[in-house]
């Protein structure tokens, strides 16, 4: 993956790359490929502070000489990584995607038509995440003092890795051959709630001591430290959002049940319509004097975004006016506008009506083609939140249900926003609305297993859709969630005898299947067609 960054500071970026890094993860910092000066140079030495400041002033002299002015920076650095999984490469390897890099994008003299750029690849042991990857640091003025192009330089050095990907037999990106795609995450993020975090106790702490300004960069960065979060800043806050989002029958559900699992929520109102929400933001109720960090819906997942969610639940003139009223005193920190079946203990013998219901609906997805991305994305958000909500009952820290149902989300995430027309909740949605009450008493952990049985049996068929697929990873993803993940929560639970169980399949069809009222299996497996207006000009999911 390739990660483009644009500065004006060449000898700061060298120095770093040369240096112990943020937590001292750079190890035997050292040039694997650059120009003919630079591998005559520096190619047999570890990287140390003099010369990662000779390679820098060797870099930046046409720079100097010329005295060029590149808007946005003239330092263009790039860091090419690896899955951990893919574990490492050799110097030579790297060396050789680097000059095909850089080739690729344009820095080199292009068959001595233009004067080259000066550049160089640094590699320094793994990341803190455990990937492989190196560092290209290019100057874009040339020797001749003319710009190098960054004219859409983020999506060709995408395009670039994708083409290297093949040449050099690496591993290729998941979502370049399916139209899945998960948010990424940058390392900065996670750094910057953990300083936020450390900021805010520390103030709350210190009486009459040092200001946080006043501390020194030693004393600062051993707090943020302690204080970086071992998962993504996000993960925990998505769960939560998505085990709300299914659990709940409505929007103003939705609101309501966000605000009582203590998620701070406020909605974007359309331009001069302050009834009208067009997309809402989501943060973690603070704690110890710290300020609560903002998520749009759409950064915590594809899924997650607010027409993905609509498309969920029931469309109705009342429901948008309820939902507006909901976000409304959300916002304002008032007290909800109306008690829904959130605040409600649900009958016992919905856990036995939902149990058969998942497990009919199990049968009748062997019936859908793998190519109907959109509705094995349904179920998979749908069973994830299932998970997540059951999660969020009984998991004081993410465990075996929250890891399973990050799992299942990731199947859920694709780029294009469904066309299906909204429906009535499904048994899914019903047994995540069940699932978020399990830790409150009233029902027996027998019908728990029965309904893990058959929720496992949703993630099976997922599995066996990501496998016909060919997406391999995915569905290695999966079968670890369902035998490693889940199989702790089984044991856990009583065994249910009788318990419903779908039989195997015997062969893949693509017959039609009359669909039940709520199932997210369309009534005819055809394309899907594009949701049409209700009135010309009119777009009913805009007005809302």
């Given at each position: 993956?390739?990660?483009?960054?644009?500065?004006?500071?060449?000898?700061?970026?060298?120095?770093?790359?040369?240096?112990?890094?943020?937590?001292?993860?750079?190890?035997?910092?050292?040039?694997?490929?650059?120009?003919?000066?630079?591998?005559?140079?520096?190619?047999?030495?570890?990287?140390?502070?003099?010369?990662?400041?000779?390679?820098?002033?060797?870099?930046?002299?046409?720079?100097?000489?010329?005295?060029?002015?590149?808007?946005?920076?003239?330092?263009?650095?790039?860091?090419?990584?690896?899955?951990?999984?893919?574990?490492?490469?050799?110097?030579?390897?790297?060396?050789?995607?680097?000059?095909?890099?850089?080739?690729?994008?344009?820095?080199?003299?292009?068959?001595?038509?233009?004067?080259?750029?000066?550049?160089?690849?640094?590699?320094?042991?793994?990341?803190?995440?455990?990937?492989?990857?190196?560092?290209?640091?290019?100057?874009?003025?040339?020797?001749?003092?003319?710009?190098?192009?960054?004219?859409?330089?983020?999506?060709?050095?995408?395009?670039?890795?994708?083409?290297?990907?093949?040449?050099?037999?690496?591993?290729?990106?998941?979502?370049?051959?399916?139209?899945?795609?998960?948010?990424?995450?940058?390392?900065?993020?996670?750094?910057?709630?953990?300083?936020?975090?450390?900021?805010?106790?520390?103030?709350?702490?210190?009486?009459?001591?040092?200001?946080?300004?006043?501390?020194?960069?030693?004393?600062?960065?051993?707090?943020?430290?302690?204080?970086?979060?071992?998962?993504?800043?996000?993960?925990?806050?998505?769960?939560?959002?998505?085990?709300?989002?299914?659990?709940?029958?409505?929007?103003?559900?939705?609101?309501?049940?966000?605000?009582?699992?203590?998620?701070?929520?406020?909605?974007?109102?359309?331009?001069?319509?302050?009834?009208?929400?067009?997309?809402?933001?989501?943060?973690?109720?603070?704690?110890?004097?710290?300020?609560?960090?903002?998520?749009?819906?759409?950064?915590?997942?594809?899924?997650?975004?607010?027409?993905?969610?609509?498309?969920?639940?029931?469309?109705?003139?009342?429901?948008?006016?309820?939902?507006?009223?909901?976000?409304?005193?959300?916002?304002?920190?008032?007290?909800?506008?109306?008690?829904?079946?959130?605040?409600?203990?649900?009958?016992?013998?919905?856990?036995?009506?939902?149990?058969?219901?998942?497990?009919?609906?199990?049968?009748?997805?062997?019936?859908?083609?793998?190519?109907?991305?959109?509705?094995?994305?349904?179920?998979?958000?749908?069973?994830?939140?299932?998970?997540?909500?059951?999660?969020?009952?009984?998991e004081a820290v993410p465990g075996p249900l929250a890891a399973t149902a990050d799992a299942l989300a990731r199947s859920a995430?694709?780029?294009?926003?469904?066309?299906?027309?909204?429906?009535?909740?499904?048994?899914?949605?019903?047994?995540?609305?069940?699932?978020?009450?399990?830790?409150?008493?009233?029902?027996?952990?027998?019908?728990?297993?029965?309904?893990?049985?058959?929720?496992?049996?949703?993630?099976?068929?997922?599995?066996?859709?990501?496998?016909?697929?060919?997406?391999?990873?995915?569905?290695?993803?999966?079968?670890?969630?369902?035998?490693?993940?889940?199989?702790?929560?089984?044991?856990?639970?009583?065994?249910?005898?009788?318990?419903?169980?779908?039989?195997?399949?015997?062969?893949?069809?693509?017959?039609?299947?009359?669909?039940?009222?709520?199932?997210?299996?369309?009534?005819?497996?055809?394309?899907?067609?594009?949701?049409?207006?209700?009135?010309?000009?009119?777009?009913?999911?805009?007005?809302?």
């Open positions: 993956m390739p990660n483009v960054v644009r500065g004006e500071r060449m000898g700061g970026l060298m120095s770093y790359l040369a240096g112990p890094g943020r937590r001292n993860e750079h190890t035997e910092p050292h040039v694997v490929a650059g120009d003919p000066a630079i591998m005559a140079w520096h190619a047999e030495d570890e990287l140390g502070a003099q010369g990662a400041a000779a390679i820098a002033r060797y870099l930046d002299r046409p720079r100097k000489a010329f005295d060029v002015e590149v808007s946005g920076g003239h330092v263009w650095h790039c860091s090419l990584s690896l899955r951990a999984e893919e574990g490492l490469q050799t110097d030579e390897k790297w060396g050789e995607i680097a000059r095909d890099f850089v080739g690729a994008m344009g820095f080199d003299d292009n068959d001595d038509t233009k004067a080259p750029c000066r550049w160089v690849a640094v590699r320094h042991g793994l990341s803190t995440n455990g990937n492989d990857h190196i560092h290209l640091v290019v100057n874009l003025v040339r020797e001749d003092g003319t710009k190098a192009s960054t004219h859409r330089d983020f999506y060709r050095s995408q395009k670039t890795a994708r083409e290297l990907e093949t040449k050099h037999g690496l591993e290729p990106l998941e979502s370049a051959g399916t139209d899945r795609a998960t948010r990424g995450y940058h390392p900065a993020e996670r750094e910057a709630q953990a300083r936020a975090r450390a900021h805010g106790k520390y103030e709350a702490a210190r009486g009459t001591g040092v200001r946080w300004e006043g501390l020194d960069r030693a004393g600062r960065s051993e707090r943020i430290v302690a204080e970086t979060p071992a998962t993504q800043p996000r993960a925990d806050l998505a769960r939560l959002v998505r085990a709300c989002a299914t659990a709940s029958a409505d929007e103003a559900e939705f609101v309501r049940r966000l605000r009582r699992a203590s998620v701070l929520a406020r909605p974007r109102f359309a331009d001069g319509r302050p009834d009208v929400v067009t997309g809402y933001s989501v943060a973690m109720r603070p704690v110890a004097g710290e300020r609560p960090i903002w998520y749009g819906g759409g950064h915590l997942g594809r899924d997650l975004a607010l027409p993905r969610l609509r498309a969920e639940w029931p469309d109705t003139p009342q429901g948008a006016s309820t939902a507006a009223a909901e976000w409304v005193a959300a916002r304002r920190g008032r007290r909800p506008v109306a008690v829904g079946r959130e605040a409600v203990e649900p009958d016992p013998e919905l856990w036995a009506r939902y149990s058969q219901e998942i497990g009919q609906l199990r049968d009748r997805l062997r019936a859908v083609p793998v190519q109907d991305t959109e509705t094995w994305a349904k179920v998979a958000r749908q069973t994830a939140g299932a998970f997540a909500a059951w999660s969020t009952a009984t995430q694709t780029r294009r926003t469904p066309t299906q027309s909204r429906g009535t909740p499904t048994p899914v949605a019903g047994a995540a609305m069940l699932l978020m009450m399990a830790a409150r008493g009233g029902q027996g952990t027998v019908a728990q297993a029965i309904l893990l049985r058959q929720l496992a049996n949703l993630a099976k068929a997922l599995y066996d859709m990501h496998r016909a697929a060919g997406d391999a990873r995915r569905a290695a993803e999966v079968a670890t969630a369902i035998r490693t993940q889940l199989a702790q929560v089984a044991d856990r639970l009583p065994a249910a005898p009788g318990a419903p169980q779908s039989t195997p399949s015997s062969g893949p069809s693509l017959a039609p299947t009359a669909a039940v009222p709520g199932s997210p299996v369309p009534a005819r497996l055809g394309p899907h067609r594009s949701r049409q207006a209700t009135q010309p000009g009119r777009n009913p999911g805009a007005e809302r």
